[in-house]
């Protein structure tokens, strides 16, 4: 059966090949992008697929400095039949195949995780590159690629933000990138205007709040097993740290949009958990009607705190969702208020 599964994997590696350059000519609106942790002189990459679409198969080369780095293992986030790693002269080649008639995975997706041993101090790289998306009726497109930046145990991404130029929040965005907490897709952009899920922010969030040495609780939300792995950490710690809560029918909802409701909610939280609880003063935006009575007090805090602003207009927007440039400026605020 291995042979078999081998030889199939074999075939599917070959026709990445023709059809990619079938599709060379489109570009692919999936991006890669790469996370690191460090734990003493032990560096875990994780290369993630962004706006995967029926992602069947894929094919990628990590390269590193071996004179900095010693490879140690690698390993796929996904379902399915992956090859041993190729390694030679600081390149590793990973590919991961699905089997049978099945759909490929969409959204956000793990790729691989590459496990590197430090050797001595400075500065080093780690990047992912000739990316190859194959989808469940075998067209492939190229993906982009994407740099890790390893300075003495702090990681950083380089990616050059191409579509923040003139933008109300570029000054905002361009000092979160350079902090670290937030970093623009592979494909160089940073989708300023894209909204958050409740996921997404909650990561943003934590990642530049810092970890907290207090205890931690499993999650026991009904849709846990839907929080992707990489998340899981970051949600963990809001829910422990009072910032977030589930929904009143148990679910946490990791797919949903954040509300600039929920966000003023989770900021205020952040700073004091019980401080819009004492707050009874009013907000002064022009559509104080619309806010819901449990936002009211948060929404109150963050404006008196200048954490939030009203959209055009003096609006709040209760219940409009938040985009990636609304996050930054309140995480921004945030740390400024710490």
């Known amino acids: 059966m291995l ?13 990445i090949w023709f059809a990619s350059q079938a599709q060379a000519a489109a570009e692919a609106a999936s991006s890669i992008s790469l996370k690191s942790a460090v734990n003493g002189q032990e560096i875990t990459v994780l290369v993630t697929g962004n706006d995967l679409k029926d992602l069947y198969a894929y094919d990628l080369i990590i390269s590193y400095d071996p004179g900095k ?3 140690l293992s690698a390993s796929s986030g996904a379902s399915g039949f992956g090859v041993d790693p190729i390694v030679k002269n600081g390149n590793i ?16 997706k793990e790729l691989a995780s590459i496990k590197f041993k430090r050797l001595g101090s400075g500065t080093t790289s780690v990047s992912v590159h000739d990316v190859k998306l194959v989808d469940s009726k075998l067209y492939a497109a190229a993906a982009g690629k994407a740099e890790l930046s390893i300075d003495n145990g702090i990681t950083s991404t380089t990616v050059a933000l191409k579509d923040i130029e003139g933008h109300w ?22 989708l300023p205007n894209k909204e958050v899920t409740r996921t997404e922010f909650a990561a943003m969030l934590i990642r530049a709040l810092g970890e907290s040495s207090g205890s931690s609780q499993p999650l026991k939300f009904t849709d846990v097993q839907q ?29 949903k949009l954040i509300t600039r ?39 109150a805090a ?28 309140v995480i921004l605020a945030l740390l400024q208020r710490q």
């Open 169 to 190: 929040a570029k000054d905002s965005i361009q000092e979160a990138v350079r902090q670290g907490w937030v970093t623009g897709y592979a494909n160089g952009t940073f």
């Open 3 to 15: 042979k078999k599964i081998t030889a199939v994997f074999g075939l599917m590696l070959g026709f």
């Open 261 to 299: 409701a929920e966000m003023a909610a989770m900021a205020i939280r952040s700073l004091n958990p019980a401080e819009a609880v004492r707050n009874s003063d009013q907000p002064s935006f022009a559509d104080n009607n619309r806010i819901p009575a449990w936002a009211k007090p948060y929404a």
């Open 69 to 71: 780095l010693v490879y």
């Open 302 to 329: 963050a404006e008196q705190k200048g954490i939030m602003k009203g959209r055009i207009g003096n609006m709040f927007a209760p219940s409009a969702h938040a985009t990636r440039a609304e996050a930054v400026v």
């Open 93 to 108: 080649r990973i590919a991961h195949t699905k089997v049978g008639k099945i759909a490929g995975d969409n959204g956000t």
């Open 227 to 255: 929080i992707p792995s990489w998340a899981r950490p970051f949600v963990e710690a809001a829910v422990n740290r009072g910032i977030m809560n589930g929904y009143a029918n148990g679910s946490f909802g990791p797919g």
